[in-house]
Each structure stands twice: as C-alpha cells, then as structure tokens.
C-alpha cells in the first residue's frame, strides 16, 4: 500500500454497535487517499485530531465538542436528524459508508484547501494540524522526496501483505463496477472470467478476498469456491464472498455448503460491498480473532 495522506478523526459519542460499525469504516478508510484514521488519544504521540465526527443527538457528545470549538474552529460532520448542526454538514441515520467517506473528503477539502486529489487550489488555506500515519509519515509527506517505488514491486508489497483481491465475472460491466470500487482503496486487482481461470490464479497467489460470480461458463462459481476452500491455507486466509442475481435461501444455503464466507445479491448495494471489504481486511480479521479469543 502506497504512502497517503492521513487525517486523524474523533469520533465523539455513538452508541456501542454504530462505534464498532465505524472501527471497521475507519479500517477501510485508512487506505484511501486522502486516508482517514479514528483518533486515539492513547495511541498518538503528537498532534490533535483534523476532523470530528458527532452525534449530534446525544446532547453530552454535543458539549464536548461545543468545549472543543472554543478553543478553535474545528472542521466536523455531524450524524443525527431534527438538531443543530451548527452549520456543519448533516448526515442521516442509519449511516451510510459512501456517503460518510464522501462528506469527510468534502469537509477535508473545504478545510485544508485541497482538491480530493491532494492538490491545493488556488488562495487555499495551509493544512490542517500534524497527524501521524499508521506508517508513521505526516500528512505533510514527510519523505516524499524519496523515489516511488516501481509499480511492480509495489504489487508485490501488496502481495506480501494480503492486499489482493480476486474479482470472477464473465460479466465486463460488473468487472469494471468492481474496478472502478475497490481502486481507491489500493488493492492490487486480478480478474477472472471464468471458473477454470480462476481456480488457476487461486492456486498460484495469495488472496485477501475472492468475488465469486455463480453463474459462469464452465464450472460454476460453487464447485470453484469448493476448490478454492480444499486449500488448507485458503481457509484461514482467503474469504470467498459470492455474487448473484439469485437471493432465495436454497441458493445462500447452496453456497454456505459450498464454503463461501459472504453472499452479495446483484445489483451490488455499494454500502453493503464497502461492509464486507472492510469484513475481511486482514486488519479486521486479526481484531475479530483477537475479541473471541477473549474469555
């Protein structure tokens, strides 16, 4: 994964089940650019949070940040319906992943300046304060004068370190859907058009995640998630997540024997694919062994 610029959020209030919703929404989101990472107190050593994310219907949470303003003019989006947003942007309940991502680039580039891109208009204002990456590189691109990386050597970084995803559709449209939504979370890609390519690949690479038509032309997308899963490796660590058309429960039951980890139903809802992304991130793979390992 290439070096982004990172943006520290404070999360202020939310209930339990929204908060762990977000720690997965921020998993994703760290990847992006620019990026996006929940603030912890605890864990940053220097620098204050750029952005806040409120519930604006908890009136506690409210206070807080109303605390926090005063000290300076904070750049925030608020979550809540019938309340004071204090001129900031609004979103809806239940939260929407595209849509939050969306607001918080917008809040970013109205703040700093800068396009979504990362480049400054013109007459903009300076950056917001410093933050540190997970990488440990500022959002000022400390380093950044340093030679990037060749394009295939940064795949197989991304290789290295479960970054890869495999997309199986004899479909071109619902490939270049899957493209153009995984691109700006920086997974190295690798497509299949049918079941026999995509036994191949599966066999040959590593991958963090498999989307599995089930309709395709020689073997089906079952027997190949059937294969796919026969790798003792592949069971630990690729997640097979099945895409169709068809949603009846003889077809989710057919693929839960298959071994399939996920079901999606065509049209893709966009929210629901960012969910399951962030699902099997190897990050959140480790937080989710982690919590049921506890007593």
Do not use: H
């Amino acid at each position: 994964m290439t070096l982004n610029e990172q943006y520290l959020v404070d999360v202020i209030g939310f209930n339990p089940v929204e908060r762990s919703m977000l720690a997965s929404i921020f998993a994703l989101a760290a990847r992006r650019d620019p990026g996006f990472v929940q603030y912890d107190p605890a864990a940053t050593v220097t620098g204050a949070a750029d952005i806040y994310l409120v519930d604006a219907e908890n009136a506690e949470a409210m206070n807080e940040f109303r605390t926090l303003s005063k000290r300076a003019n904070l750049p925030a989006v608020m979550v809540g319906a019938g309340v004071d947003s204090m001129g900031f942007p609004l979103l809806p309940r239940p939260l929407q992943w595209a849509r939050l991502l969306q607001a918080l680039e917008e809040t970013v580039s109205a703040a700093t300046g800068k396009s979504a891109g990362g480049k400054d208009d013109e007459g903009g204002t300076l950056p917001l304060g410093r933050t540190l990456s997970a990488s440990g590189a500022g959002r000022s691109g400390a380093g950044g004068s340093a030679t990037p990386a060749p394009l295939d050597a940064a795949a197989a970084k991304k290789r290295a370190l479960g970054d890869t995803v495999l997309v199986v559709d004899d479909n071109a449209s619902v490939r270049m859907f899957m493209k153009a939504k995984l691109a700006p979370f920086n997974f190295e890609v690798d497509f299949a058009e049918t079941g026999e390519e995509a036994v191949g690949l599966t066999g040959t690479r590593e991958y963090t995640c498999v989307f599995l038509d089930v309709v395709l032309p020689g073997i089906d997308g079952y027997q190949v998630c059937k294969l796919i899963k026969a790798n003792k490796q592949a069971i630990k660590k690729t997640a097979v997540v099945m895409l169709t058309s068809r949603s009846s429960p003889f077809d989710k039951l057919r693929g839960s024997l298959a071994g399939c980890d996920e079901y999606l139903t065509k049209p893709l809802d966009e929210d629901r694919l960012l969910e399951v992304i962030a699902q099997f991130l190897p990050s959140s793979r480790k937080r989710d062994k982690s919590r049921s390992s506890k007593p």
